[in-house]
């Protein structure tokens, strides 16, 4: 069965300081990942993507992430943060073979400390 | 830049009662899809539709509920007699191929 894991719930860091979420996936088919962002009461807005190609993917608003298949991970980074980054952040995995529907993990908050 | 709307934004109702959640896609988007998000949990694949039908459903979609796009521009979604635990913030997203799906700002539904 396919699986997404986002092992911490919450994230607390400082204004300015870098930022790593972590997001692991079990999948029987190759992949596409995404990340999205959520503010309280807002939709979501996708941050970043990965199809294929370059493993190292930009996103807006600074962020990037890395898909490590060997690790069947796709970690979220920024190097500095701001306090607007303040946010719930979804992982998601899709693929072809399964008819493209999006499986999410649950989510990490992150609050930033100003 | 074009963006899924839907409406409306909160949506009340007693056990029991029908509900019809809308969406406007993203107007050249093909792919079509819901998603709900229980308060506390992940988000949720319901159902998503191509073509005029739908494509794949998953378990939670069972036959209280059902989707329609019945004039080329909106996308319903209905839930016939809604329960407590269909309680939830309903998600659209479109695609244009299938992949990248842009999801609208959600339907938070309340079934007391």
């Known amino acids: 069965a396919q699986s997404v894991t986002q092992p911490d719930i919450h994230i607390t860091v400082s204004e300015g300081a870098s930022l790593e979420l972590r997001c692991n996936y079990s999948?029987?088919?190759?992949?596409?990942l995404f990340w999205y962002v959520q503010s309280p009461g807002q939709g979501l807005q996708l941050l970043l993507k990965?199809?294929?190609?370059?493993?190292l993917v930009q996103g807006i608003k600074g962020f990037e992430a890395e898909f490590k298949r060997s690790q069947s991970s796709f970690n979220l980074r920024k190097p500095s943060v701001h306090w607007s980054d303040a946010a719930e952040y979804f992982c998601?995995?899709?693929?072809?073979?399964?008819?493209?529907?999006?499986?999410f993990g649950a989510g990490t908050i992150l609050r930033v400390k100003s | 830049e074009p963006e899924v709307t839907q409406t409306p934004s909160h949506q009340v109702t007693q056990m029991g009662q029908e509900v019809i959640l809308r969406c406007v896609p993203i107007?050249?988007?093909?792919?079509f899809y819901w998603y709900r998000q229980i308060l506390g949990q992940k988000v949720e694949f319901l159902v998503s539709?191509?073509?005029?039908?739908?494509?794949?459903k998953s378990e939670i979609f069972d036959d209280q509920f059902s989707v329609e796009r019945p004039d080329g521009s909106n996308f319903t979604l209905k839930i016939r007699s809604t329960k407590l635990e269909d309680s939830a913030m309903y998600f659209c997203?479109?695609?244009?191929?299938?992949?990248?799906?842009?999801f609208g700002p959600g339907t938070r539904l309340t079934v007391l």
């Open positions: 997203a479109s695609s244009a191929r299938g992949r990248e799906q842009f």
């Open positions: 999948y029987g088919a190759t992949p596409y």
């Open positions: 990965y199809f294929s190609g370059d493993t």
């Open positions: 998601a995995v899709g693929a072809i073979e399964y008819g493209n529907k999006l499986v």
């Open positions: 107007s050249n988007h093909l792919y």
């Open positions: 539709f191509y073509n005029n039908e739908i494509s794949e």
